[in-house]
């Protein structure tokens, strides 16, 4: 990796910039994507690109051919002026893009009437367990140690009578123990419909995703294979501490490898990329998946691999920052440490995700020479006014690992956190990177999601359709 430091003509060090100053970020600034807006359900805005107040968004096409990358933003989602829903999605195999699209328009659909069915069942049977209880008194005292947290949205209870108050609560804590549920039943129906939907072929093609929703303080975080979600936030001396929200999925994860060969599927790594496990047929070498979760893929979906995503939750606090969301581009080629640090040295909140983009661009054609650059897509969501973060940004940053905090979990969520890492398998041995980041590709170049189409095709193959694949 390239230093976080660079020197200018006389020698002097000036932190935040990366591989040199021949790179300016004058130079795309001036670029204009049109602001894609759309209307969604239950009064929500829906952005495809560029940026708002509180976050900005940028994709760029690799070399590989047709940008497979996705992402969106969903303002007022379920019609809730403090909640917003962001996501990335990373398309593979022949269609991949058509994949990643389809779920980026959908996904956030079924989510939101999933949320509204659950809302409607909770005001019919007033279902509040003593768990949720548990779960709000440990927010109550969260709140009095952390003092306010940072929102999008001010929250005035000088008129609100203790009755009231103590009902928003409980159908506060109603909504966060619903969560799991609706997260994995939205996941589920987008992946039977994409399974159903004839102008989609996902049977050797599919989609990551990694999602979070902001309601209020909250996050809840959901990931579909190895896309990446990472909050910034601030240490004891103010330095930028980067916080690994979720897992990379891939197939070298022990308990992702063992679900697989319950399955009759097959995960190790071929010789010609010792590092890289992936996902085979029980009797033939293909289709080698390099991850453990995903849309579509239905070729393995009898052989261990799952559209189930995993789901955590956080609390955020005064000291945290933004969160980004970005495709494996850009993970590839830059650390968790890194991505923070650009992003908390541009100049313009609007331009950060770009920035971001350019730098792993750049960083990739230095840490892999000659191999094609993936595509990339990138989300940032900031809590605080640009101002505030402005001013935090220019103290002292000190380069520092990956430190997750603790933070209140519902018990039936399930949850990593960069303290108790996951076990990987090397060989025929399960090893704990407990000091690493959790990039399954360890310092290898990129390499290609999916290696060989099965010789046998879905139903929905056509003569055509097989002279497209052979010249690709």
């Not at 990366?18 to 952005?47: C, H, K, P, T, V």
């Not at 990039?439 to 010789?455: C, D, F, T």
Request: glycine residues 6%; charged residues 30%.
């Amino acid at each position: 990796m390239g230093g976080c430091c660079s020197t200018d003509h006389n020698g002097v060090r000036r932190p935040g910039r990366l591989w040199g100053d021949d790179f300016d970020e004058n130079e795309f600034e001036e670029e204009e994507d049109e602001d894609d807006l759309r209307d969604g359900e239950s009064g929500a805005r829906i952005r495809l690109r560029d940026s708002s107040g509180y976050t900005s968004m940028y994709t760029q096409q690799g070399r590989k051919g047709i940008n497979q990358d996705a992402m969106t933003v969903w303002e007022n989602f379920t019609c809730e002026k403090d909640m917003l829903l962001c996501g990335v999605f990373d398309g593979h195999g022949p269609y991949g893009h058509k994949v990643a699209h389809h779920v980026r328009d959908n996904l956030p659909i079924k989510l939101s009437r999933a949320i509204e069915l659950s809302k409607l069942n909770s005001f019919k049977y007033g279902d509040v367990d003593v768990a949720d209880k548990d779960l709000f008194d440990d927010y109550g005292e969260a709140d009095h140690d952390h003092g306010n947290s940072i929102t999008n949205t001010d929250h005035d209870h000088d008129n609100v009578n203790k009755d009231d108050n103590q009902n928003d609560k409980s159908l506060r804590v109603l909504a966060l123990s619903s969560w799991e549920a609706c997260l994995i039943k939205s996941f589920t129906e987008m992946d039977e419909e994409l399974g159903l939907d004839s102008s989609i072929d996902s049977f050797c093609s599919g989609s990551t995703a990694v999602t979070v929703v902001k309601q209020g303080d909250n996050l809840i975080i959901a990931n579909l294979g190895d896309s990446r979600a990472i909050l910034c936030t601030r240490g004891d001396k103010n330095q930028l501490v980067p916080v690994q929200l979720t897992v990379d999925l891939k197939p070298d994860i022990a308990s992702e490898a063992e679900r697989i060969k319950r399955c009759k599927g097959r995960v190790f790594a071929a010789d010609e990329e010792p590092d890289v496990h992936r996902i085979w047929m029980p009797e033939d070498d293909c289709p080698g998946l390099a991850m453990a979760r995903a849309f579509g893929d239905f070729c393995l979906k009898d052989y261990g691999l799952i559209s189930i995503p995993e789901i955590s939750f956080r609390r955020l606090t005064k000291d945290d920052e933004f969160v980004v969301l970005a495709t494996d581009g850009v993970w590839d080629a830059l650390t968790n440490a890194e991505v923070v640090k650009i992003v908390a040295s541009a100049r313009k909140r609007s331009t950060a995700a770009r920035l971001l983009v350019k730098r792993a661009v750049r960083a990739w054609k230095i840490k892999y020479p000659g191999c094609k650059v993936d595509d990339c897509a990138v989300v940032c969501l900031f809590f605080k006014d640009q101002t505030l973060l402005a001013k935090s940004s220019s103290h002292g940053t000190n380069r520092s690992s990956i430190n997750a905090s603790e933070f209140p979990l519902c018990p039936s969520f399930k949850s990593f956190t960069s303290v108790g890492a996951p076990e990987y398998l090397e060989g025929d041995n399960v090893v704990s990177r407990d000091h690493e980041s959790w990039n399954a590709l360890q310092g290898i170049s990129r390499v290609n999601s999916i290696v060989k189409l099965p010789r046998f095709l879905s139903f929905r193959r056509s003569t055509s359709y097989l002279r497209e694949v052979e010249a690709r």
